[in-house]
């Protein structure tokens, strides 16, 4: 039993509003070891102003005692054109949910009564990074354009934050969206490459040990019938376009728990393995864009190229999907 600290860790969540955010939102909601400060949203699975009414209809689900503000960030990337994932996540990023009625005909879920922030998610970003220093994690669920907007900005502000977890690229095992690249790092490589040259301390939660962490679709069924819940509801909702995708796509119906994974490792650092590497992101070829480019190499001179991400190579799956599910 790994002995989490007992001063929450005060969080900034920076996510682009899709269905695995949402799962990782509600965990950081309802952990007692994070103490979430705001969430700031951009564009990535969708548009920024969707994503953000995404991460509000999360919280008016979730009812915490205390709403993080919600600030909205940039509407597409550095340099490349926009691309999303409507197809894998629903046209609202979050599986569709008008579809869903009450037995009575009524919305299941109504119109927001909760709106976002009037402040820009650069200024909230910078803010934290101000207020709370090293003791500051930010968790980046989506492309990095909010953060490397940030560091252009203000450089000298975020290198005083504690850590960045990022869900995005991949170390030893192929991309998800290309060959080479994964969907976040391949949505604004130019953003990624920018927070790897940041000299800001970064934990990479890719890939390599997502696909570890699977959720079957007969769990979250379970869940809705052993404990009936708005939150299980919404789960089971929310998740339908989203695993019917990988049902469909790779012969398994569920979905990878990607953002969780990030979630978990801020909570408890303990589930996973990690090796320290040099880490580059590839911005301009032809069939390589967003790549993260790993120097593996046994010669590797840590002089010029000094490591600069902590990657997570391996999960305990089991104790993962434990916490998980006691958070959700």
């Known amino acids: 039993m790994t002995i989490l600290q007992s001063q929450p860790i005060p969080v900034l969540v920076d996510t682009d509003g899709g269905v695995d955010d949402a799962l990782a939102l509600i965990m950081a909601l309802n952990s007692p070891q994070l103490d979430l400060k705001a969430i700031t949203v951009l564009a990535g699975n969708i548009h920024v102003d969707q994503a953000a009414n995404n991460v509000l209809r999360v919280m008016s689900i979730v009812q915490p005692n205390t709403l993080p503000i919600v600030a909205k960030g940039c509407e597409k990337p550095l340099v490349k054109q926009p691309f999303n994932a409507a197809g894998i996540h629903g046209a609202d990023g979050l599986g569709e949910l008008d579809q869903f009625k009450e037995a009575d005909g009524t ?120 404990r009936p819940s708005k939150l299980t509801q919404f789960i089971a909702d929310c998740t339908g376009i989203y695993m019917a995708f990988y049902r469909d796509n790779e012969g398994f119906y569920g979905c990878y728990l990607h953002d969780p994974l990030a979630m978990a490792v801020a909570i408890d650092p303990s589930l996973v393995k990690t090796e320290l590497f040099y880490m580059m992101v590839e911005t301009e070829g032809r069939f390589t864009t967003g790549l993260s480019l790993v120097d593996r190499r046994d010669r590797r001179d840590e002089k010029t190229n000094p490591p600069n991400v902590e990657a997570c190579l391996d999960v305990d799956t089991e104790q993962f999907l434990k916490l998980f599910d006691q958070l959700v």
């Not at 109504?110 to 976002?116: D, F, R, S």
């Not at 560091?151 to 991949?170: F, L, N, P, S």
């Not at 391949?186 to 390599?208: C, N, R």
């Open 107 to 226: 919305a299941r879920y109504p119109k927001l009564t909760i709106e976002a922030s009037t402040e820009n998610a650069i200024d909230v970003i910078l803010k934290a990074a101000q207020e709370y220093g090293d003791s500051l994690n930010i968790v980046a669920l989506g492309p990095l354009t909010n953060l490397a907007t940030a560091i252009q900005k203000d450089a000298a502000t975020m290198k005083k934050i504690g850590r960045i977890i990022i869900m995005g690229g991949a170390v030893t095992v192929p991309g998800n969206i290309t060959a080479a690249a994964e969907f976040n790092f391949f949505v604004d490589p130019d953003a990624a490459q920018i927070v790897m040259e940041s000299g800001i301390p970064l934990t990479l939660v890719g890939l390599d040990v997502a696909m570890k962490a699977p959720l079957p679709r007969q769990v979250v069924e379970d869940n809705l019938q052993r």
